[in-house]
């Protein structure tokens, strides 16, 4: 047994340290085949943070995570089995006996439990009978919303409370229904048609007089979010009020769930890793929870489109290039700069946009303030094309002689403030159409500045050279 | 007044809509004038949300916003100040009478009042005298701590309960203390040290038995962070065991302060958007609060070391484009390709690259992990080459028959094989040589891989087309 408790005590190492699920899993793996191994790790299964014995649940194969279900005390099954990725819970969900399977959906957190329901195979509905009135109804519920809305990631475990009870009243109903709320700190107060008319907390209820009335210490007009709104305000809201959760209401004010702080961190964390995919050229929408288990066909449906359609877009590079090909052919210096000056629009480009997206995306910047960015921008972008103006003019100088150099440093100007006017404006514009700010892209951006890069530079270069020849 | 009331009323809609701090300072705007409109004005303050409160007068010139302080409530300006930008509080700071700014200083949260002790001018170390004893030692431990650390963004207003106490005394304790906590629903117990040997919440302590010890309900070995730690570290515990708040410890394990949920949002939003700057070509780092409020210079300076770094970069492109110029003027047909062909590389570069850095930011990915991506990357690659060189194959054969079409698809092919692999293993080396994954920018890949692109392309076609031609 010291033994054990060794491999444990490494295990188990939560106070300053990461914990490493990879390690867990091997105590685990060891473990499961004795005895003392398995009561060793039935009370560690008890003891750590559910998310940590989940995590190294996930480093398990589907048989050992299967023979390690048992140990589960019943108390956190709920919990451990609701941080597993949504794929492990349907597969676990699919060798368990059904009278286990319908307590575990029972005992889930109420968000948890429609996910679950809903990644079960078609045959699910045939549980719903064996499962309690109140929590079908809730399933039934929760699967109504649409994927992206408020409703989707609320949950129906919240506390409310009457205006005409006392401080003393609300704390003793807190007490009673605590057990099965996701949060008593936060309570609601509701009038005789669940309409939400105020909200206090038991921090105030504690500290008020135990004889003053709910309605007369509440706060009303409490902030809320509609539940068929997009779950990114409400996360929105939750970060910007610091709230520990968020009211949602129906059409007619009615209190139908809430929102927790943490879910909301989760989907302001999932948001930000769209934008990025987006701002990277890969496409949003359904990844798995983490980049670990996308498989080679998602990440190639992923990244196909836009790869694919810039392609077609280069096209008019191309052809930019061959009207130009006389040009070339006569000064075929001009080509050495080609590379350098497509690609500073590009990058000029490039950091215009995701400076945009990001400030779209958190609200540092809205619509109204593009005028403003597009001065501020302009600005900028005249300065950064001087500088590199002026540092390949040397290039220039050295390789090509003074029209050469007068021709790139011009359109190395010119192309890094068109770049960076691309780059800042297309976010506001895709904006504007109602389309996502995070499609104005790296790879789009560049394939855009490339091309008109190009126009500008020979067009330039044709302005300019042989007027010099001809002097 | 009813008048007023109604334009309140618009400023104050804080239910579902989101507030609008334009609105809200046009009627402050308005009401500064009047008798009425300040006491409608000060009623105002009093009851709408700090943040939106602070957002409003965000929008006010320095003088209308000197003009509005005095209106706003005691009891809640220390938190509306709290929310305004450091420089706009640096502003009403230099303004206020001593005395006033004193009394704000000991009443704001011990972390804001520290950020802006540090963001007053030097000579605020006049001020420490007429702090009261407490405030003063707090903003000096406070301010000791490096401005990463989760001890620069910790606060010391938490709560500790010693493990003697029953149940019922600690919520006693909780009530007593509760005024000057940033939260009572997380308690700490410390024994005579002041080491951290558990936690309690507020929620156990009144669902418990009121004679039941805290030392015997309390968990045991909680979760923590080192004062010295990463502040992202501490964020990133936060969000992954869903804590309200976390305490933070010193070397010796004695309780310094703790963490709040709201910070941890707050520092997980400025780090994506930080790593959202690095990966458009932005240096990260001091930004202000708001992109909104950069400046040109600051742009400028953050802007244009990547862009000119990758012009220099882009030389070389250039000088492999050189050396093949006899071929290029020998097939000018090849050159219609070059921003197609280089491009592709670059964008499957970057879309490679953000999925990367994005997964290792969040822990989705580790060092670790770099050989299984590495394989499943160089499938993805293969099959999106594959697809791209069938696409650009018809273009090269219309445009210059089968020959180019050949050196065109191989060329694709290779390229995103190589831009993708480019673009996976960059952050990882960054990550494995401490430094940050982050600056595997979408132009630094963009530039890697059209200088190996231009290298690809030309020797595929000097060693096919002459091959071809000899036949």
Same mark, same amino acid.
């Given at each position: 047994?010291?033994e ?14 990461? $914990? ?5 899993a ?18 560690? =299964?008890?003891?750590?943070p ?6 190294a ?7 050992e ?6 140990? @589960?005390?019943?108390? *956190?099954?709920?919990?451990? #089995? ?20 319908i ?11 429609a ?42 475990q919240?506390?409310t ?37 105020? *909200?206090t ?19 009303t007009?409490?902030? &809320? #979010? ?35 702080a ?18 990277g ?5 359904d ?17 196909? =489109? ?5 392609v ?11 009207? =130009? ?10 080509? $050495? ?12 480009? &490039?950091? &215009? ?11 540092d /910047? ?9 001065g501020r921008e302009?600005?900028?972008? $005249? ?8 540092? #390949?003019?040397?290039?220039?100088l ?9 021709? #790139?440093?011009l359109?190395?100007?010119?192309? /890094? ?15 504007? =159409? ?19 890069? @190009? ?17």
């Amino acid at each position: 047994m010291p033994e054990l408790d060794d491999e444990l005590a490494v295990a188990l190492r939560h106070s300053d340290e990461p $914990f490493d699920a990879q390690a867990a899993a091997e105590v685990i793996r060891n473990d499961l085949g004795s005895e003392t191994g398995r009561s060793v790790l039935h009370s560690w =299964f008890e003891q750590a943070p559910a998310v940590d014995v989940a995590d190294a649940l996930d480093e398990l194969s589907d048989d050992e995570l299967h023979a390690a279900l048992p140990l @589960i005390p019943a108390k *956190v099954q709920p919990d451990v #089995v609701g941080y597993l990725p949504l794929h492990r819970q349907a597969e676990l969900a699919a060798r368990m006996p059904q009278a286990a399977l319908i307590t575990l959906l029972e005992n889930m957190s109420s968000d948890e439990r429609a996910d679950l329901f809903n990644a079960l195979p078609e045959d699910r509905e045939m549980l719903l009978p064996a499962l309690a009135q109140a929590e079908r109804e809730d399933i039934r519920r929760l699967a109504s919303y649409a994927e992206d809305s408020a409703g989707a990631i609320m949950n129906s475990q919240y506390a409310t409370l009457t205006p005409e009870l006392t401080a003393g009243q609300a704390i003793e109903e807190l007490r009673r229904i605590a057990p099965d709320r996701e949060t008593i700190y936060n309570a609601y107060v509701i009038n005789d048609q669940r309409e939400l008319i105020g *909200v206090t907390t038991l921090r105030r209820l504690i500290l008020a007089q135990p004889g003053r009335r709910v309605g007369d210490m509440m706060e009303t007009k409490p902030i &809320s #979010v509609r539940v068929d709104e997009d779950r990114e305000a409400a996360a929105a809201k939750i970060a910007r009020y610091d709230f520990i959760a968020l009211p949602v209401v129906d059409a007619q004010h009615r209190m139908v769930g809430i929102i927790t702080a943490d879910d909301a961190m989760d989907v302001l964390a999932d948001a930000a890793t769209e934008d990025f995919q987006k701002s990277g050229g890969s496409l949003g929408g359904d990844w798995p929870t983490r980049m670990k288990d996308a498989t080679v066909r998602l990440l190639y449906q992923k990244r196909v =489109f836009w790869l694919i359609l810039l392609v077609f877009a280069n096209i008019f590079s191309g052809a930019g290039i061959a009207y =130009f090909e006389d040009l070339i052919t006569a000064n075929v210096a001009l080509v $050495f700069f080609l590379p350098l000056l497509i690609d500073s629009g590009g990058n000029a480009g &490039s950091q &215009s946009s995701t400076l945009m997206v990001r400030a779209l995306a958190t609200g540092d /910047v809205q619509m109204r303030d593009w005028a403003g960015m597009l001065g501020r921008e302009l600005a900028v972008a $005249f300065l950064l094309g001087l500088t590199m103006a002026l540092a #390949v003019s040397g290039v220039g100088l050295l390789r090509g002689g003074p029209a050469i150099a007068l021709v #790139v440093a011009l359109t190395m100007l010119v192309v /890094v403030i068109v770049g960076s006017l691309i780059g800042m404006l297309l976010p506001f514009l895709l904006s504007h =159409f109602k389309a996502d700010p995070a499609a104005a892209s790296s790879p789009l951006i560049t394939t855009i500045a490339d091309g008109s890069g @190009i126009l500008i530079y020979f067009a330039i270069a044709s302005a300019i050279l042989p007027a010099l020849a001809a002097r």
